[in-house]
């Protein structure tokens, strides 16, 4: 019997890019502004006398909140509707790169950058976020949360992708032993003493001693994603990981099609 094809995945690079980041920080200022006038216009009507010289403050204090919802909201739908144009499409056949600021990949009849039907190699490793100076994206995430990343190589093709996870999901995803993930320590790489805090964090020179450990090749791998890695959404990791995970684990020449089977470990 033949299986029939799944609808192709479009998974989404950069959800956090940088119009995003300007838009939310403009957003906090109008949104202050915003909230100022109306809970100002509210306490106008509402607030007894021995409140009316106060209006100004309260309006103030009253306003944080609601601009931080309002941030909060336009956050998550630019999230949803603006991507950054740099995008893979995942079917059956394997995974293409497409890219709207250049055109990469659009057209109907492009060939798949991997391709599922050969060879590849997978490396899965992930860290916790605590225990050196993080910068970037990295310190913009809850540093309970863990990094999670996936080398993918095909010949002369690599691609590095990654995600950030709330460590109850993380767990789920990196137990299950057939995904083979294994963790690195950051805080090896970085000066622990007070000068070495002191200025804007910066990526270390990765020693020796660790290069060549047994998680050497991890590490080399840690090194690509800080220079040429792409954030992934957790779903869309998830998605990813179960194809990549599929053709890797089928023996060479077998014709069956990569089937996802990583459990659902939810959205960041």
């Known amino acids: 019997m033949t299986v029939p094809e799944r609808q192709p995945a479009v998974l989404h690079a950069d959800p956090e890019h940088g119009g995003i980041r300007l838009v939310v920080f403009l957003t906090l200022f109008v949104g202050f502004f915003v909230a100022f006038q109306v809970v100002a216009w509210v306490l106008d009507r509402i607030a007894p006398e021995g409140l009316v010289d106060y209006v100004t403050f309260l309006s103030c204090i009253g306003a944080v909140p609601l601009a931080l919802l309002m941030i909060w909201g336009v956050e998550k739908l630019l999230r949803r509707v603006w991507h950054s144009g740099l995008s893979f499409l995942v079917d059956d056949r394997g995974m293409t790169v497409r890219d709207r600021r250049t055109g990469q990949g659009l057209g109907e009849s492009v060939q798949p950058d991997i391709n599922w039907s050969e060879p590849i190699g997978l490396t899965n490793w992930y860290f916790a976020l605590v225990g050196y100076p993080r910068g970037g994206r990295e310190r913009r995430v809850d540093k309970k949360w863990l990094c999670l990343a996936s080398e993918l190589q095909q010949n002369d093709a690599k691609l590095i992708v990654y995600c950030f996870m709330p460590p109850d999901k993380a767990e ?77 684990n089928r023996g060479p020449g077998e014709e069956r099609h990569p089937t996802p089977d990583v459990p659902a470990a939810g959205g960041a």
């Open 172 to 248: 789920q995803v990196v137990a299950d032993r057939a995904s083979d993930f294994h963790r690195i320590n950051q805080a090896e790489l970085y000066d622990s003493s007070f000068r070495g805090r002191i200025g804007p964090p910066t990526r270390p020179a990765l020693p020796s001693h660790l290069l060549h450990s047994k998680e050497g090749r991890y590490w080399l791998a840690e090194r690509r994603r800080w220079e040429f890695g792409i954030e992934l959404s957790s779903e869309d990791f998830l998605t990813y990981l179960s194809y990549a995970r599929a053709a890797f």
